[in-house]
């Protein structure tokens, strides 16, 4: 096993912190890997092991929250207001940029309803002769709309909004469907993930 390592007792067992995420090989018939916090390895008792696991479970739980509540008061400090549920921060950034932007050169074709086919108005917008406004809060990853991938503004706002509102620890909005979450949350957790590759034609 070649990475460092230090040397500690726990519960009166010897362990031993390791600087790499190798599988841990000892003394002793039950040795306990964390991948929690700091990968420990020890020759414990079942009741020792839990024990353990327990207390390094609470201590990322409260390494979590504080960095969490960091995260949190600096981006009052940056924002200089704190949010309520009441905002619509996303919302709001969309009406600002819809009625700022004066010559779309971006996708969607339809130019915020201004290059939209008489069909689609009829369709869409009831047939009203200049009735463009849902069309023209159709706008793509404009840079005053943040970045869905790294939030800083607005979408990292709502985030915040909808854990408060849910109870969670954090949210992260997608798109194109809920099966790209899925998978990003699966693949978090594991090293290799075997899915079947539906393609079109009867693919393998």
Avoid at 120 to 141: F, H, N, Y
Wanted: proline letters at 6%.
């Amino acid at each position: 096993l070649h990475c460092q390592e230090q040397h500690h007792h726990v519960g009166g067992f010897p362990a031993w912190v390791l600087a790499a995420p190798y599988l841990a090989l000892g003394p002793g018939p039950m040795m306990l890997l964390s991948v929690l916090s700091g990968w420990h390895a020890a020759a414990l008792s079942t009741r020792s092991r839990t024990t353990l696991l327990s207390g390094v479970v609470q201590q990322q739980e409260q390494q979590q929250q504080q960095q969490q509540q960091q995260r949190q008061q600096q981006t009052d400090s940056e924002t200089g207001r704190m949010l309520s549920q009441s905002d619509t921060p996303l919302i709001d950034a969309i009406q600002r940029a819809s009625q700022s932007v004066r010559a779309p050169f971006f996708f969607p074709g339809h130019k915020m309803g201004e290059g939209a086919p008489a069909p689609l108005r009829e369709a869409v917008l009831g047939g009203a002769a200049g009735r463009t406004a849902p069309l023209r809060s159709d706008l793509p990853e404009l840079p005053e709309l943040d970045n869905l991938f790294s939030a800083e503004g607005p979408i990292h706002e709502a985030q915040q909004l909808a854990s408060e509102a849910f109870g969670a620890r954090s949210t992260h909005f997608l798109i194109n469907g809920s099966t790209g979450g899925i998978l990003a949350a699966v693949i978090a957790c594991v090293q290799h993930f075997l899915s079947a590759r539906q393609g079109g034609g009867g693919g393998g």
